[in-house]
C-alpha cells in the first residue's frame, strides 16, 4: 500500500512517494522512507513489503560497490535495474518471491534513466511509470501532465501532484511526499509535509 512515482527529464530525473506504512488495516507508520540512493546519481523507490525492499537495496549497494572496484567506474542505471530484475526473478523462480516492485532511476553516460522492475523480475524502461496501490490515481496525472524535455524542477512538480492525486482517493497512501530530484550534478531530497490526506 504505496504510491511511488519516477519521470524522465530533460536534465536528470525525479522520484517521488508519499510517507505512510500501513500494516493491514492499520496505519503503521506516518515517517517511512521509500526513496534510496544507490549511488550519488542513481535511486531507488519501493511498494510493497519494506524487509524484501530493504534488503534486495542493501545487497545491490554492495554488489554494486565490488563491481565498480573491480572494473574502476560505476554501473550504468540499466545495470543497476538489472541487477534488481535478476534477484527478484530469482526469489520468484526459487518459489520465495521478494514482495516488492521498485522503480530504478538515474543520470548516467547515456543520459536519463528510469526503469521499473516486478515482483516477476521483469524490467521495463519508461519515460514515466508509477507504482504501488495508489498508482491508478498518480497515472492519471502522469499521463495529462507529463511531456518530453521537462526539467527536474518542473518534473518534481508533476511527480509531487501525482503522489498527492493519489493520497487523496487511496487509503494506503498518505503522511506527505518525498521528493528526490537527480541531475549529473547530483540529488536533492525534499519533504513535503502538510499535505492534505
Do not use: H, W
Not at 91 to 107: N, W
Amino acid at each position: 500500500m504505496t504510491t511511488i512515482v519516477a519521470l524522465k527529464c530533460a536534465d536528470g530525473v525525479v522520484l517521488a512517494s508519499d510517507r505512510r506504512a500501513t500494516k493491514g488495516g492499520m496505519i503503521g507508520s506516518k515517517g517511512v522512507k521509500k526513496i534510496y540512493p544507490i549511488d550519488a546519481r542513481k535511486a531507488v523507490a519501493i511498494a510493497g513489503q519494506l524487509s524484501d525492499a530493504n534488503y534486495l537495496i542493501n545487497l545491490v549497494k554492495a554488489e554494486a560497490k565490488l563491481i565498480e572496484f573491480d572494473r574502476g567506474f560505476p554501473l550504468t542505471v540499466k545495470e543497476v535495474a538489472k541487477m534488481l530484475s535478476n534477484m527478484l526473478y530469482s526469489g520468484m523462480r526459487s518459489y520465495a518471491p521478494y514482495i516488492t516492485e521498485m522503480l530504478v532511476a538515474g543520470v548516467d553516460e547515456t543520459g536519463s534513466q528510469v526503469f521499473e522492475a516486478d515482483i516477476s523480475g521483469a524490467v521495463t524502461e519508461e519515460d514515466y511509470t508509477s507504482s504501488g496501490s495508489g498508482s491508478p490515481m498518480a497515472y492519471g496525472v502522469l499521463e495529462a501532465t507529463y511531456r518530453a524535455g521537462l526539467s527536474t524542477n518542473e518534473g518534481a512538480e508533476i511527480a509531487a501532484r501525482a503522489v498527492k492525486s493519489a493520497m487523496e482517493r487511496d487509503p494506503g497512501s498518505g503522511n506527505g511526499v518525498q521528493v528526490l530530484k537527480i541531475t549529473k550534478n547530483g540529488s536533492e531530497l525534499k519533504d513535503i509535509r502538510g499535505v492534505p490526506q
